[in-house]
């Protein structure tokens, strides 16, 4: 008995890290099929096309809708990065709240990039010249282009690993202004504790760190450049 339930939570681990691999791959291998999912954010209501093979494609997850709550968008022009966009709802809110402002999104996922330029075309039809997309693995595609950011907002795959995201941190700096900021959540149980004691004791001499949300489990981050 306690063999096969060793052996079922061995598939089941199998098969959630089969899933996750989807959503941070370049061409995910599953079926592909079309949904609609309708969301109110910052009241309006959005309409997004997804796609199988792309995070949380039949509905908007509960920690993306609580960082656009509480995200902070500069009142000024600026020019802000959605990093690991998916199908694009944080950088689409973003250009919706922010029209005076240029944004970008980044996806390793094609899939995910189609749905991001579809939803682009939906919801941002009056200024889509000023929503640009990226394909490519977080920073990679930007690296060359002198690009530098008031804002970076993010919704982190924990799932591929702490380890991952941390090493994202440590590039965020050079691709921020001065007093830029850079924002995400992460699930209590998925580690939020112990990321805030690692970028207190590594980044506090480069960042004011800040806690701006605790909802539901989630916690949203503000690390904001240091002069």
């Known amino acids: 008995m306690e063999r096969d339930n060793q052996k079922q939570k061995l598939a089941k681990y199998k098969n959630m890290k089969q899933k996750n691999q989807h959503y941070s791959t370049q061409f995910p291998d599953v079926k592909i099929k079309v949904f609609s999912v309708p969301e109110s954010l910052k009241q309006h209501l959005f309409i997004f096309?997804?796609?199988?093979?792309?995070f949380s494609f039949k509905k908007i997850d509960l920690g993306t809708k609580v960082f656009i709550e509480h995200m902070t968008v500069p009142k000024k022009q600026s020019v802000l990065?959605?990093?690991?966009?998916?199908?694009?709802?944080?950088g689409i809110v973003l250009a919706?709240?922010?029209?005076?402002?240029?944004?970008y999104l980044i996806d390793i996922n094609k899939r995910a990039i189609w749905c991001?330029?579809?939803?682009?075309?939906?919801n941002l039809s009056d200024r889509a010249n000023k929503v640009i997309t990226f394909s490519g693995n977080y920073f990679e595609?930007?690296?060359?282009?002198?690009?530098?950011?008031?804002?970076?907002y993010m919704n982190p795959p924990l799932r591929n690993g702490r380890k991952e995201f941390l090493k994202i941190c440590e590039e965020v700096p050079?691709?921020?202004k001065p007093k830029g900021l850079f924002q995400f959540v992460i699930k209590k149980k998925m580690g939020a504790e112990?990321?805030?004691?690692?970028?207190?004791?590594?980044f506090s001499e480069i960042f004011d760190i800040k806690i701006i949300c605790k909802r539901s489990g989630y916690w949203v981050f503000d690390l904001t450049l240091l002069d």
């Not at 096309?49 to 792309?54: H, P």
């Not at 991001?116 to 939906?122: A, C, D, V």
């Not at 595609?141 to 970076?152: A, E, L, V």
């Open 194 to 202: 112990f990321v805030l004691k690692y970028i207190t004791s590594n």
């Open 81 to 90: 990065l959605d990093l690991g966009c998916g199908y694009g709802v944080i």
């Open 96 to 103: 919706y709240i922010s029209p005076q402002s240029t944004v």
């Open 141 to 152: 595609p930007i690296k060359n282009k002198n690009i530098k950011f008031d804002g970076i």
């Open 116 to 122: 991001t330029r579809e939803n682009i075309k939906y």
């Open 49 to 54: 096309k997804t796609i199988t093979g792309v």
């Open 174 to 176: 050079y691709f921020l």
